[in-house]
């Protein structure tokens, strides 16, 4: 019934940027929190940054002052901006919603994820 689609993944060089794009389709009653995840090779799935309620952002430590996330309500969009990129950055990013959905029910989404890949 919902689903989140992604885009603006790709390969760069280090201190490139990038601009990812998550869009929520759907009968959706209330968008409440928006943020992105990633998991690299090896490694558990982190929080990168989330936006869990007006006014609100959280972003890990590794990112703070490089990566801006943002949202579109009336697009029901939220985005990620990476700047500054490091190879350390390289993993593949998951779109997360929590939302209400047309059964009335409060539930979280994932997108399918899109790879970030940056070179030395």
């Known amino acids: 019934q919902v689903q989140l689609v992604e885009s603006g993944g790709g390969a760069v060089q280090a201190g490139g940027s990038l601009r990812l794009s998550c869009t929520a389709s759907g009968i959706i009653f209330s968008i409440h929190a928006m943020g992105w995840y990633r998991q690299a090779p090896g490694k558990q799935r982190e929080l990168v940054a989330a936006i869990p309620s007006a006014g609100i952002t959280n972003y890990a430590d590794s990112v703070k002052g490089r990566f801006t996330i943002s949202r579109d309500n009336a697009k029901a969009t939220v985005y990620l901006q990476m700047n500054s990129l490091k190879p350390d950055d390289t993993a593949v990013y998951y779109c997360?919603?929590?939302?209400?959905?047309?059964?009335?029910?409060?539930?979280?989404?994932w997108g399918q994820g899109t790879q970030v890949t940056v070179s030395s």
């Open positions: 997360n919603a929590d939302l209400t959905n047309s059964w009335n029910r409060r539930n979280t989404y």
